[in-house]
Structure formats: C-alpha cells, structure tokens
C-alpha cells in the first residue's frame, strides 16, 4: 500500500484532490487538556465504560429559560391592563348614560314648564273672553232697559193723553191704542213684573 502511495502522490489527480481538500480542524485548546483526563464521579470512581456520572448542576452551563412565574406575570399584568382599558371604556359609558339621562330630564323640564305657561295664558284668555261677555251681557241688558224704559215713557204718554182735542177718527184711533198697551200691561203685570206706569197730561 505504502508503494502505491509512493508512486501515486506526485500524480496530478492526487495533488488536485489535495488542494481541493477542506482543512483539517485543529482541537481546541480545552479538547485537548481533557483529553487525557479520566472522567471520575462525585465518588471519586470512575464509571466502567471511562465516562464520569452527569455534571451536577453546578457545573451546568447557564439556561435559556425564564425564570418560575415570569410568564405568569406577564400576562398578568397584561390582562390587568385590558381590564383597565376595559373599565375606562364602561366608566365613560357611564358618565355618558348619565349626562345624557341628565340633558333628558332638564329638556323635559324645561318642556313641562313651558306647556305650563302656555296653560296659564289659555286661563287668563278665557278669563278675558268670559269677561268680555259679561260685559257684552250687560250692555245689552242696559240697552234693553233703556228701550223698555222709553218704550213705557211713550206708551205713558199715550195711555194719559188729553184727546179732548181731537177728532172723532183720531180719537178711535188712540182708544184702541191705549186698550193694546193696557191688554199688555194687564199681562205684564199678571207675569210678575211690575211697570210703573205714571199719569201726565199734554
């Protein structure tokens, strides 16, 4: 074998191969001082197959992990701030249901008080139109009184009229009317109402 490689290794094809060949890695410094070590357990016995029992942890190198609960309390404080989002967003809603009762109620105040005034104006115009009838009432009861009054006056005047110097027609005339307004009268008076009926002479 050791004179094929002999023959071989100037060859182009060995050289090209050579030249081609990744470097070899060199052992590390600590490969090296541990290479010869034994590996001994706690005890101080070495295991039967040359290998010591696990490191303890001491000797382990440091972890990834998170420490116990960190997680835990991450989401914690997550959700502690959802729920303080949360809360602001149901104390506004809150706040704004109130104001709103709030707007609702002073508007309907505000409305009633309104409709009360209007109520009070209807009272006092219907006061001033019962008024004004009144009054109308009695205007035409005066007015009525003042034609009785003068009515009476002038059948007075008919009734007590010296016809002594009139003819025999308009003597006729003024005894028929004088028999009419005391037909009348007779009538008036039997109804309950009073006349008074005073004598003058023309």
């Not at 116990?68 to 506004?92: H, N, T, V």
């Not at 002038?154 to 006729?172: R, T």
Request: charged share 35%; proline share 3%; aromatic share 4%.
């Amino acid at each position: 074998m050791l004179h094929c490689w002999a023959l071989l290794q100037h060859h182009q094809k060995w050289l090209k191969r050579k030249d081609e060949a990744p470097p070899k890695r060199q052992k590390s410094t600590n490969s090296i001082e541990f290479a010869g070590v034994e590996d001994i357990d706690e005890d101080g016995v070495q295991n039967e197959d040359g290998r010591g029992r696990s490191p303890t942890h001491c000797s382990t190198g440091p972890t990834d992990k998170r420490p116990p609960g960190r997680k835990a309390e991450k989401e914690k404080l997550k959700k502690g701030s959802d729920s303080g989002i949360y809360k602001e967003m149901f104390q506004k809603m809150i706040t704004a249901r109130k104001e709103k009762k709030q707007e609702n109620e002073t508007r309907w105040m505000e409305v009633k008080a309104m409709e009360e005034r209007k109520a009070t104006i209807e009272e006092r115009k219907a006061t001033i139109e019962e008024r004004k009838v009144a009054i109308e009432e009695e205007k035409l009861r005066i007015m009525s009184e003042k034609a009785m009054n003068k009515k009476l006056e002038q059948e007075q005047k008919i009734m007590f009229m010296d016809n002594s110097c009139l003819d025999d027609d308009q003597k006729a005339y003024m005894s028929a009317v004088s028999a009419q307004i005391l037909t009348a009268r007779m009538g008036t008076f039997v109804g309950g109402t009073s006349g008074g009926v005073t004598g003058s002479s023309c």
